[in-house]
């Protein structure tokens, strides 16, 4: 199965070949940042997944830089990222803006809804719809970034965690098994 994914994950040369992630430059070949280690997985993944779910834009450029910073894996960093694509990117959207919106106060909430609803009722004049546009952004975007922080955050905690158990345990069955082997 590991193997499988090598298929997947980018060479180190196509990396450092690549023009949005040059600016790292040399600190993109030390040999850790490519070794398939327990702590380098775990942090990698787990960069990349925080990346994934709190940042839109430049994902993978960022997860590598973090990754470079903290001695991570630099291509399960950028493969991580992929958490949100185009089948996952609305349901965690609307998840963080709804964990969002229970998180702050009431108050603030109806003043968002409020200001949807006066942006929806003028929808026909341009001078108000743009200022009703900002209002809504606004309301909407409150909610939305509490929740991606936090469920970024949650995420990238949790997978460093299971990745760090679950090598654990996996190396462990294993010295098992070769010791059940070797036993006459």
């Given amino acids: 199965m590991f193997e499988r994914l090598r298929r997947f994950i980018p060479t ?3 990396i450092v070949g690549n023009r949005w992630l040059r600016w790292l430059g040399p600190s993109l ?3 850790r940042l490519w070794n ?3 702590r380098g997985v775990a942090v990698g993944v787990s960069l990349g997944i925080f990346f994934g779910l709190l940042v839109p834009v ?3 450029p960022l997860a590598v830089g973090a990754a470079v910073v903290l001695r991570a894996n630099v291509a ?3 493969g991580s990222t992929l958490v949100t694509n185009p089948f996952t990117f609305a349901p965690i959207y609307v998840l963080a803006h709804r ?3 229970r998180l702050l106060d009431a108050e603030e909430n109806q003043k968002a809804q409020a200001a949807l609803d006066r942006a929806a009722a003028a929808e026909n004049d341009n001078e108000k719809t743009r200022g009703k546009l900002r209002d809504r952004v606004m309301g909407v975007g409150k909610p939305l970034i509490l929740g991606l922080g936090i469920i970024a955050v949650i995420a990238g905690l949790l997978t460093y965690a299971t990745i760090m158990i679950g090598w654990r345990l996996r190396t462990a069955w294993a010295w098992r098994r070769r ?3 070797q036993a006459p």
Avoid: N
């Fill in 12 to 14: 180190r040369e196509q």
């Fill in 29 to 31: 070949l030390h040999p």
């Fill in 36 to 38: 398939f280690s327990r």
């Fill in 58 to 60: 430049a994902q993978i």
């Fill in 76 to 78: 399960v960093a950028m």
């Fill in 99 to 101: 964990l969002g919106a």
């Fill in 179 to 181: 010791k059940r082997q």
